[in-house]
């Protein structure tokens, strides 16, 4: 059974970095797209990067020119360099994996990892 992994949320103190990791347990086959996700309180999920599995990128623009997503070559791993950190980039960050096999897309989800930002 496939499992997403997360690692590597902690506390920063602003203007600092923090790199997230999340590998999957088990193959996924059809992989479309890779992301992260974060959810502060009181505030909805919202996508901070993705990539495609041909390597395109794109960001929210509040994370912009700071934050990095790449990916591993066998496409089982997906990455988060977090660059210049702000206090409203605390959150819980979630992995995606999605699929895409016969019509349907499959989400998968990590099981969260919290960055907190304070001085």
């Known amino acids: 059974q496939v499992q997403l992994v997360e690692s590597g949320g902690g506390l920063v103190q602003p203007g600092g970095s923090l790199r997230l990791s999340c590998a999957a347990s088990?193959?996924?086959?059809?992989?479309?797209?890779m992301g992260w996700y974060r959810q502060a309180p009181g505030k909805q999920r919202e996508l901070v990067a993705g990539?495609?599995?041909?390597?395109?990128?794109n960001y929210a623009d509040s994370v912009k020119g700071r934050f990095t997503i790449s990916r591993d070559s066998a496409q089982n791993t997906v990455y988060l360099q977090m660059n210049s950190l702000k206090p409203e980039a605390t959150a819980v960050y979630y992995c995606?994996?999605?699929?895409?096999?016969?019509?349907?897309?499959?989400?998968?989800w990590g099981q969260g990892t919290q960055v907190t930002v304070s001085s």
């Open positions: 990539i495609t599995s041909g390597g395109s990128t």
């Open positions: 995606n994996f999605k699929s895409l096999r016969m019509i349907v897309t499959h989400d998968y």
């Open positions: 088990g193959n996924i086959f059809g992989i479309s797209a």
